[in-house]
Each structure stands twice: as C-alpha cells, then as structure tokens.
C-alpha cells in the first residue's frame, strides 16, 4: 500500500479521501515480490472475498441479491408458511447474483518473522472449492491490498502497554545468561510453551454470586440471589424427513453475546509517527513515555528496577472500601516446592441483578459445565498443562456442540434460554480465571495452530472487546512497579508461568524475566514469597493506578465543551430546551474534580461565544460574524472552571432556550464552529459535544443534499455511504492529536448526510446518537429517549488522553481495527476519549505454525487518565488452546461473536466496494463454513443441510442481517438510517449489537409470576423468547419486540379486553391511541408485570430504547413487520427459502 493510500485512510494524505474499510498492517504490505517470510504463512481466508457469480434460477427472483419482486414499503400479509412447505418438482433456490468488486484480500499480519519456528507441519490439503465470494480469501489467491477499515471503536478502559511481539529464533526466548544461570524446570511438561490455558471468570447472572476478586456484576445495588436454572442442552427431537414440524416453537430467548461491538477500522500506520514521547501538534497527552520498544506505556523503570514503593491493593474501584478478600481459586503456577500448593479461598459472595436473557449469555455458561467440550473433572495445573489437552481431545467422541443438525428438518432452533459464549477447552482452575467474555471474546474458542487450518475451516478469527465496560467490581493495585515483560512489554497476568520464586516466564514471547523484590509481597494475604498469589497473577481484568514514568504531562483536567446549532431548524425542534434543563440536572453528577472546566458554543450562520469568568453579573455573549477565519475574542474566559463559575453557568443554562426563540436564521456553519471549538480545546484536551440539526450550508464544511428518495428502494446499490468531503475527517485527525473527542447528536426530520458528519466522531474516538423526525410536540418518545441519553451520556464514566494496544502471543498478528479511534502507530489505537458504552473488534491472522504450543493469549491494556486526573492502566488477558483438528475449531466456534465480527466486514465492505458485494460475501461466509463442515468434519454423510449444533443459528443470523436497516435492499430506507444503522454495528458492544441483528419477541398478554425474577424487590417475568415469524403472532394477544434501540408493543385486533383495561387504560381495541409511546401506571397486577418487564429489559443496556404501542393501522406496523426475519416479503426472501438456497449452492 503506498504511503497516500495508508495517510488517506487516517486522514492525512492525498489518497482517496475515505477509504472507510479495513485496513492493514503496513509492515506486511512490505514483503518484496516472491520473498515469503514463513514458510507456513497462507493468505488468511477472507469472506468479503468477491467470488464467481451464480445466476439465479429463472422465475425465482429477479437479478440482484435477494430482491424477488418489487420492493414494498408496508407488510402485505399474504399467505403464512405454518411450516416449511416444498412444492414437489420446484427448483431449488439458486445463488443470487454476485456483484464482482475488485477482488480483496485479507490484509496480512505485520512483523515478518525471520524463519519456520520448526519443521513445517505435514502438508494440509488445500480447503475444498466452493464459491468465492466469502469472507476469507482462499489461500491460493494473491495477496493484494485488502479493502480499508478505517476506525476502531473506542476501547472502554484504560489502555495500556501494548507492544508488538518479538519475532525471532523462537527457542524460549530465555536471555542466554538467565538459562545459563538457572537450571532447566523440573519437568518438560510443566512449562511447555508457556501460555497457562485459559480459564472463565466466573460471572454473575441472576442469582450468581461472583467471587470477590472478579465477579463482574452489574452497577447498582446487588439484589438477593436468584435461584439459578440447572444447565440444559436444548435437543430437539429429530423429526423424519418432510415438512418441518409446526406450532408454536418451544420458548427461547437468543442471547446477544457479550463484548464490545466493533466499528470501523483504522489501518496502522508505519511506527513512524509520533508515538512513545512524541509529540503530536506538540501536545500529546501522557500517553506514552519514551522508552524501549516505542511503547506506550512503557515507563523508564521496567519492572523489578523501580524502586520499592508502597503496596497498596484496592479491590473494587470506587464501590468498596478497604480490603478486600482474596480472588478465586488460585493454582500452582509453575513448580517451585519451596512454596505451598496454590492458594484455596472461598470469597464472600455478592449478589448481583439479575440480567436480560440477551445479557446473560456470556455470563451463564461459567456457572455450568462447559457446553462444547465434557471438561475432565478437577482441571489439571499448569504444569500438567499439555497431557491434560491431549487427554481433552475431542476426536474420541463428538460432543454437543459438532452434533449435526438438518436445518431444513429442525424448525425450532432458537434455545429456550439465551445463547451462552462457549467455554473454552481449558482445565478447570483456568477456566474460573479467564477474561469475562462481555469484556474479551473470540470467534473461535479453539485456536487453529495453522494458517492453512483456519483457511479450511473458512470462518473468521477476530477479537471483540468492550474493555471500559462498567464493572461493579474491579480489582485495582497500586504499585510503583508495574511487573511487564522486558522484552514485549506484557504485563503479568494469570497464564505466566513461575520457574521458581524469582523468575517468570511470558506467555507471549517466553522470555524469562526476574520477579521483582516488591512483587514477593502479597498485599491481599499481607505475606512474603508467593508472588503467584498476588492480584495480578489471581485477576485477567485488573486496573493499576500508573506511576510518573507512565506521563509525559499532568494529567489533563476532564474539560467539556457543548457546541449547540441554534439556527430557526433546530429552535423549532425544541432540542435546546431539554437539553439545558438535563445539563442543568446533572450539573453536579458531571464526572470531575476540582479542575473541571466547562464552554459553550452556538452557531447560526455566526458563531456565538459566552464569557462565563468569574466576577460578572451574568454571562456575556460575543459574537464572531467572520466565519471563514474564525478567532477566539477572548481565549481565556471562555473555559472557565465549574466550581468557581457555576452560578454564572446556570444562569446561561437558563437563558439561552429564550435567547433564541423568535430566530429566523436558517443557515448552520457547522464547520466554523467545529474549528472554533478545537481551537479552544486544543491547550488542554476534552470531550466536544455538539448538538446539530440540519445539513450544514454555510462556510468550511458545508454540504449538500446527496440522497434522492426515489432510488431509496429501487437502487441495486445504494451510493453514497461514503463522505461527501474530507473536512471532517481531517479536521477529527486534528482533535485526536490533541486529545480531543467530538461526540455528535444529530436530532433532524432532513437528510443531514451523517456519512459525512459522522467521519468527526469515528475518527476521534467520539459516538454518534441520531433522533430522526426529532420533534418535541409531534415526537413525544424520540425526546423521552434523548432525555434519558443525554442523562447517561453527561454522567457516565469518562477517560481521557486514553491509548490502547493489543498484543497476541508470538506467531499470531493483528492486521485490521474496527471502531472509532485514529491508528498512530502499527498497533496503538488513539483514543482522546474513551467511555464504557462503547466496543470494537480486531481480525486476526496466524503467521507461523502454533504446532509447539497448547494454548495462546491475548491481552489488551487501556492507558487513560480517569476524570479524578488519576494515570490508570486498565489490562484485560484472555487465554485459549490451540487446536489441531477442524472438528474442534468447528465446537469451538461463537456464532454470535462470528456473526458481530461479519457485520463489522460487512460495513466496511458496503462502504469500500459495494453494498451487493457486502450481501454477497455474508451469504457466502455461511455456504462456505457450512461446507467445510460437510466435508471435512461430518463422518457419515446425510441428506438435508446439516450445521454443527454450535452454527445451527449461523444461517438465520445471516438471514437477520441482510434484512437490517444497514443492508437490506428492496425496502424504502432513508440513507441517514442506514448508516446510523452502520455505526451502531460497527461500536456497539456485542451484548447490544445483537439485539438490533436478531430482536426478541414476547407474548405479554399472559404474563405469570411463573419462573419470574425478584430484582430489588421487584418481580419480572420471563416470558419465552418467540421465532420472528407472523405465525406467532396472534390477534387475540399482544406482543413485544425488543429490537435493541426501539421497542414495539404490537396489540392484536381481538386482543382480551381485560389486558386492554389492565395495562392500558382503555375500554377497547378502537380506544388505543395512535401515537401512544408511554404505559399508564396502573394499581393492577397485569400493569405492574408489563411495566417491570419492559423496565427491566430497558435497565440491561445503556442506552434508552423508545417504546412504541402499535395497532394493526398504525403507520409502525410496517417497521415491526420488518423485524419478522423468517418471513418472506416482495424484497427478500423467507428463512426457509433462504436455507435451500444455501444447500442448493453447497450440494454444487
């Protein structure tokens, strides 16, 4: 990739102006032609490959992916499949047509590694042909420069060290004098490679009480314990082959899995940029000083040099005082017999809320066995870490999760409860320890110890993280040495092996390095010589409160700027009434000290400034009218702090809602007053909201209308998804430089080109809210929801001037971020601002043979500056084996992280080649997993088409997201929606993004105390999670969907009247209003159940979904039919349709 082409996608070059897609490593772009570097290195398989296109069968559907008949813009019933009718004689499905983009490959892993690390493994057959249009570039395809992502969503905790691996003569990279000097371990098999396996946190779901050092419970007080269900394995009876079986399915609640959602990706720059001590535009945060190895959060004095310094380990952040009891179980990390065995300790439990089904999923399974794999009983050590594997080998039965499932056959797939992250094959003392998947989550649990192996296997391998995830407990050390590897910078954590009492070795790169003299003390247990038992080595999510060394300046005081349109569009909006009547609520929940300060900005077609200092009667308005060199009048007291000058902020707060009533400016110099606002923040850094209502028109910046409604439904591809100008992009690369993050609300009835707008946020770090028709008369439930937003979003933890790297053990690599963040470095993601409600994701590629190691890690470390003005260094690891086998790659798989990760792709896809080709490349990452599975696992070929149980929902979340807003075709889809839909995939947390892909369906009319929760006193009943089909729907019932950011309670024609007069208030079905969006708080037992559930379902995600109550004439409907994904509509073909497409194209 040429140096424009790189600078265009961080903004800084003269390349194409957005690539908005993933990007790669630019050291891998620097192999010469015909020079390979490992010898068992393959291209990675990359399912947004183009691939040969099949036509259609005639008469089936027109050309185009998945458009049989003319677009609609409202649900027309017609006749409902019961089952799954198959008309004899009827062809099957074929494969929509496939647009051809210029074919990409998978960008490659950076840092060449000098040679093999051992004999090349035996020859893998090549994987078997199938179409080619998957995600994964199939391995005998050349290595191009693969399409760009272009931001990374911002990590949630603090960044910390992250520094490429090493890549040498592997050996165990121990320094010749440290081997010479200690004699070899007691046994081989004890420390084999190193890497300790990975092990499960143990999680708190209703009623599970976390243990003390890492139970991650949600915030807020913890309810009594709930009685938890015992484990089940959902097995549906296997009907003989015909018409799928009928009825209503089985209740199921689909569990979204848990980690951050990913956004677009940014490809890392050349380490040439100013990176460890450097600095960018002169003020670059704290983030990293300078010191080897150009990491970030690498300080002078390497662990076991600094000086002693007190110890000090609080156990939960902000939430517990004192002490706290020791962690989980420990184990016996390595073989030194002076030390007793690894510590037992039973730890208080604390209660934690129960969750949403959708949240449970990653919590649930570490309180059962684990479901793909039977787990050996009394999990064996780290020492005995590589026979325990061979022993765990899944070729000797098959298990649950690779049990065959004849998709066409089994109608009920959707499980009774949520879909939990599968536990990985680890022994069972690690399990208890590895990261929380909420926080950290693979695609594949099982790691495949060869390129080749993964390419075959043709499902993608990728991190997705929420890492500043609110955590009610959080273990926090404070320590003047941070123990790190001297050679990768690692930081200590639970898969290190001890060698004795002294030494340790990393589980990333193997070097051996000394224990520090401070680390022999345990601060929990307050003894000498067991520095196994400290927190760090007990916790795979840990927070340290960093040293000096960790600063290159003071830490940046929280600063907050609020930039606010106040043009006669977004008067008439009536925006700016609530949003200064929230501020002014929560004014004293702001997250700060002593040093916070806080400006305001508004705009029209001039730029409107507001001195606040300390000492004047009331606030000053200055007006700057000369918008193209725009200039601060009075730098000085625009800024003002909180503390001494809030009286004159409130009194503004008051006024300006009046100030601009009987304005008729209508033009909006957004740009100007971005540039304005970066000026005033750039000295110190901050968080930049700004409140925007119509596309802006005048001065830098301004833009024009690009949507034409007519094509919204008609067009194949939908064109401009990509930004119009890069004003905005260039000028966010600016903000990040300085520590600035610009948050945008879009609150507008207008297209106002958020493709465009949005690039400020990606870009910086930012988030992005929409409010389409925000109206604050005709739109009551669009403002409940900015209410409640913007009362998060103003008292929600914050982290500034934050940097985060993720590191991998040595033989795997990093090539593509998804998210919002600027990429200063190969590695080092940019975070000016990072804040708990966001997540990304990372795709992974394996440079050389993992064939001498069992398990591999990953760790993420977020450096930032906490809104106290405490360096804090928050550092998640994760541990999984590495297999050999594509049968236990295929058990190990998370269908829901998988499907996130596509998503993410898709995106990026739809922005950098097409949105057809995006269409394409999903489909075709189903065909080609399932085909893998057909060929290489499946022992007895059978009729029909057959998942392993782990992927049996691969097809209908596929099938999810060609009909989400983001991608769908054939339906009218304002092009705004669209690509706030985009966003919303790209940095949603997992947990959150799966809801808006596959939403839940209750039946509410009959809601039971049978099975309910009691949170805080309260009951909420668990109705069954139903199949998004108008089968299962009733007119004699009401029914609510859950779709992530909305809601819909739809009520039936002949619903009873009782539940109409109970819950409602109104006599009769004619009486329910038309634009009802609140429930009226009734003294009934019906009333109570409804409102608690929709309560607590609202309670279990950070943002504030709006409710809306729909009848069968209601303008809604056509919305909440869209949300039937198993139904067929005029566009898009049916669940059932689209699994025999599917076996059509694998059966070629």
């Known amino acids: 990739m040429s140096t424009a082409g790189f600078n265009s996608q961080n903004g800084t070059g003269t390349g194409q102006a957005y690539a908005n897609g993933p990007s790669q490593n630019p050291v891998a772009l620097q ?39 003319p677009p609609v813009n409202s649900y027309q019933p017609g006749p409902q499949l019961s089952s799954y009718p198959s008309s004899p004689g009827q062809p099957l499905l074929s494969r929509p047509l496939m647009g051809g983009p210029p074919p990409h490959t998978p960008p490659q892993s950076a840092s060449p590694s000098p040679g093999p690390r051992l004999p090349p493994a035996q020859a893998t057959p090549p994987p078997p042909a199938v179409s080619t249009t998957s995600y994964y570039p199939s391995p005998q395809q050349p290595m191009a420069p693969a399409w760009q992502y272009n931001t990374a969503t911002p990590p949630m905790g603090p960044a910390t060290s992250m520094s490429t691996h090493p890549r040498g ?27 300790t396996p990975h092990s499960t946190t143990q999680l708190s779901g209703p009623g599970i009480p976390p243990t003390s050092m890492h139970g991650y419970t949600q915030p807020g007080t913890a309810p009594p314990p709930m009685n938890l269900m015992a484990p089940q394995t959902y097995q549906p009876s296997r009907p003989a082959y015909g018409p799928p079986p009928t009825g209503p399915p089985p209740a199921m609640k689909p569990t979204p899995p848990p980690t951050g959602p990913p956004m677009a990706n940014a490809t890392p720059p050349p380490k040439t940029d100013a990176q460890c001590g450097g600095v960018v535009n002169n003020t670059l945060s704290p983030t990293e000083p300078n010191c080897q190895e150009g990491d970030i959060e690498c300080p002078g004095a390497v662990a076991g040099n600094g000086p002693e310094a007190s110890n000090s380990y609080n156990h939960v952040d902000n939430k517990m005082a004192g002490l706290t009891q020791p962690g989980p179980p420990g184990r016996h990390l390595g073989h030194y017999p002076s030390l007793p065995p690894g510590y037992q300790n039973t730890s208080a439990s604390h209660t934690t809320p129960p969750m949403h089904p959708a949240m449970q999923a990653a919590t649930q399974p570490f309180t059962q066995a684990p479901q793909p794999y039977q787990q050996l009983p009394g999990g064996p050590g780290a020492a005995q870490l590589s026979p325990s594997l061979a022993a765990m080998s899944l070729q000797s039965s098959t298990p649950e999760a690779l049990r065959a499932v004849n998709l066409l056959q089994e109608r009920n797939l959707l499980p009774p409860t949520p879909v939990p992250a599968p536990t990985p094959c680890l022994p069972q003392d690690l399990q208890k320890i590895n990261c929380n998947p909420e926080v950290f989550r693979c695609t594949l649990t099982s790691i495949p110890q060869t390129q080749s192996l993964l390419n075959k296997a043709k499902m993608p391998l990728g991190l997705l993280l929420h890492p500043f995830k609110d955590l009610s407990q959080l273990p926090v050390v404070t320590s003047s040495t941070i123990v790190r590897c001297r050679s990768c910078r690692t930081y200590i954590n639970p898969f290190v092996s001890f060698l004795d009492q002294r030494r340790w070795k990393c589980n990333l790169c193997y070097r051996v390095n000394d224990v520090p003299e401070e680390f022999m003390y345990n601060p929990v247990s307050r003894s000498y010589g067991e520095p196994h038992k400290r927190p760090e080595v007990q916790n795979a999510t840990i927070e340290f409160i960093a040293p000096s060394e960790y600063m290159l300046r003071p830490p940046q005081p929280a600063v907050y700027l609020f930039v606010l349109d106040v043009s006669h569009n977004a008067v008439e909006t009536g925006y700016l009434n609530v949003f200064c009547q929230s501020l002014l609520d929560n004014i004293n929940a702001l997250p700060g000290d002593s040093r916070t300060k806080i400006g305001f900005i508004t705009f029209d077609s001039t730029i409107h400034f507001y001195n606040l200092q300390e000492g004047l009667s009331q606030p000053q308005m200055l ?90 439904a008609s067009a194949k591809d939908i064109q401009h998804l990509s930004p119009a100008t890069d004003f905005y992009k260039k000028l966010a690369l600016d903000c990040s430089g300085q520590q600035v993050a610009v948050d945008l609300f879009l609150l507008s009835a207008q297209y106002c080109d958020l493709a465009s707008l949005g690039c400020i946020s990606r870009f910086s770090a930012g988030s992005v809210y929409y409010y389409p028709s ?20 103003i008292t929600r933890k914050i982290g500034f001037e934050a940097v985060m790297r993720i590191r991998c053990t040595k033989g795997m690599s990093i090539h593509t971020f998804h998210g919002n963040f600027f990429v200063r470095s190969t590695d080092l993601l940019s975070l000016p601002n990072v804040n708990p409600d966001a997540g990304f994701a990372v795709q992974m590629s394996i440079e050389e043979n993992l064939d001498d190691m069992q398990v591999v890690s990953f760790q993420a470390a977020l450096l930032y500056t906490s809104s106290k003005g405490e360096r804090r260094i928050r550092v998640h690891t994760l541990c999984l084996p590495v297999v050999n086998s ?72 596929i099938l999810a997201l060609l009909k989400q807003k983001a991608f769908r075709t054939g ?19 997992l947990t ?21 929760l009691n949170v805080n006193e309260r ?108 139904d067929r509509t005029e566009s898009a073909l049916s669940y059932y349709e689209f699994l025999l497409h599917l076996q059509q194209q694998i059966s070629k």
Not at 686 to 696: E, Y
Not at 774 to 793: I, S, T, W
Request: aromatic fraction near 8%.
């Open 623 to 712: 007006i700057v009218s000369d918008i193209e060199d725009i200039f601060l009048p009075t730098p000085d007291s625009l800024l003002v702090n909180l503390n001494e000058c809030k009286e004159l902020v409130q009194d503004l707060l008051k006024s300006l809602p009046n100030l601009f009533q009987k304005t008729m400016e209508t033009q909006s110099a957004l740009g100007s007053a971005l540039q304005a606002a970066f000026k005033l923040l750039s000295p110190t850094g901050g968080r930049m909201s700004v409140f925007q209502t119509q596309l802006p028109n005048l001065g830098v910046g301004a833009l024009q209308s690009r949507e034409d409604p007519n094509q919204r």
């Open 886 to 957: 594509l049968s236990d790659i295929f058990a190990g798989a998370d269908v829901q992280a998988i499907t996130g990760l596509l998503a993410c792709m898709a995106v990026d896809r739809s922005v950098t080649a097409s949105l057809s080709d995006a269409r394409d490349a999903m489909t075709n990452a189903a065909i080609d997993s399932l085909t893998s599975y057909r060929q290489s696992v499946l022992t007895i070929q059978q009729p029909g088409l057959l998942a392993p149980a782990c992927l049996r929902l691969f097809p209908l979340y």
């Open 774 to 793: 925000y109206h604050h008369q005709h739109n009551p439930a669009q403002v409940e929801r900015f209410q409640k937003d913007l009362k998060r979003y």
């Open 992 to 1012: 959150y993004s799966m809801l808006m892909i596959h939403p839940a369906l209750y039946r509410v009319d009959d809601l039971s105390d049978e099975g309910a």
């Open 169 to 195: 003569p592997v050996a165990n990279h121990m320094n010749p004098a440290a081997s010479l000097a200690a004699p070899p371990p007691p046994s081989s098999a004890a420390y084999r490679s190193a890497p």
């Open 1019 to 1126: 009951t909420i009943p668990q109705p069954k999670v139903l199949q998004l089909s108008v089968e299962k729907l009733s007119r004699e019932g009401a029914f609510l969907m859950d779709a992530g950011i909305v809601m819909y309670l739809w009520i039936g024609r002949n619903c009873h009247p009782n539940f109409l007069t109970q819950v409602l208030g109104v006599p009769n079905y004619a009486a329910v209003p038309e634009n009802l969006y609140l429930l009226p708080e009734l003294d009934t037992a019906e009333s109570q159940r409804t409102r608690a559930l929709i309560g607590w379902l609202r309670d279990q995600r950070p943002f504030f979904p709006s409710l809306h109550i729909i009848r069968d004439e209601s303008q809604l409907k056509p919305h909440f039919m869209q949300n039937m994904i198993e």
């Open 31 to 69: 192999q010469l032609p015909g020079v390979s570097y490992g010898m068992t290195h393959q291209p990675a398989y990359n399912p947004m490959q183009p691939k040969a296109t099949t036509s259609p069968a005639p008469g089936l559907y027109p050309s185009g992916p998945y458009q049989p008949v």
């Open 971 to 989: 339906t009218s889809t304002r092009l705004d929606d669209r690509v706030s839909a985009m966003y919303q995939l790209k940095y949603q947390p």
